[in-house]
């Protein structure tokens, strides 16, 4: 039976992508997770030819995550280095792609126009330690839209990247912060965490900061009603996160000082 399926590609030349590989994280949201495994030298066909031996008989990807290390407009992965050596024969995977399909690049910084690293650092060790937050602002000429509009244009789907350093883990498929999402038409969008629909982890992450908000601007101090009416903007924001669920269960003066343990007026 055809089944929309999650595609997921790591650069095994790196241990650590090497040791998520060997336990194929699986995708949020279920959906049927296959794992491809490659390295430095790989040529882009034999790429091309792992991602296909992986989708069934009328599969379609639903997402493709292909993890690497990264900085502004640099992917390492074999042929997706930069803007000049991402080969146009990825272009044969468009048709593994469902419809509304989309590419996910897990790297550090390669959406951002400026580099990432510190003087000296090396990508392939970049940590919170050794890099600066990465920088976006839409120019044309930057080098990490630059980029993605040329790897939107090969694979004819959505491509979204990072603009800092990321954090990738066998439980955690979420961006931190910022990202950029490039269409294959050239038109681009920039998301923060609470607009990435989908990516749960980071609404949640949002709906979380909101709630910490609400609950130290206005419920702490007193100002019970307009706590509440807070709330219920985080609900109607983030209708499917845990923030909303507990708003919804702290929706009177009585529940809010009740479960919070707030003194009488």
């Excluded at 066909?45 to 502004?72: C, F, L, T």
């Excluded at 490039?182 to 949640?204: H, I, Q, Y």
């Excluded at 109607?236 to 923030?243: F, G, L, S």
């Amino acid at each position: 039976m055809p089944r929309d399926i999650a595609v997921h590609l790591f650069n095994r030349s790196e241990p650590f992508f090497a040791g998520l590989y060997a336990q194929n994280p699986r995708s949020p949201g279920g959906l049927p997770t296959a794992a491809v495994g490659t390295h430095d030298r790989a040529s882009t066909k034999e790429v091309i030819n792992a991602v296909k031996s992986v989708v069934g008989p009328g599969d379609r990807v639903r997402v493709m995550r292909m993890v690497g290390h990264g900085n502004s407009g640099v992917f390492f992965f074999p042929g997706m280095w930069n803007y000049y050596t991402t080969s146009i024969d990825y272009a044969q995977l468009r048709g593994v792609f469902a419809t509304g399909g989309r590419l996910e690049i897990h790297g550090c910084g390669v959406a951002s126009e400026t580099d990432i690293m510190k003087p000296g650092a090396d990508p392939r060790d970049a940590s919170f330690r050794n890099t600066v937050p990465g920088r976006f602002t839409g120019k044309s000429n930057g080098a990490g839209l630059v980029y993605l509009k040329r790897v939107a244009a090969i694979f004819n789907v959505p491509t979204t990247a990072a603009i800092d350093v990321q954090v990738v883990s066998a439980n955690d498929w979420s961006y931190e912060g910022d990202t950029v999402t490039v269409f294959p038409n050239g038109k681009f969008v920039m998301d923060s965490e609470g607009t990435r629909s989908w990516d749960l982890d980071a609404v949640a992450r949002a709906a979380d900061r909101f709630k910490s908000f609400i609950l130290n601007t206005y419920a702490f101090k007193g100002k019970y009603q307009e706590a509440i009416r807070q709330l219920r903007e985080l609900i109607a924001q983030y209708p499917r996160t845990p923030a909303a669920e507990w708003a919804r269960e702290h929706l009177t003066v009585d529940d809010l000082k009740n479960d919070l343990m707030l003194p009488d007026d």
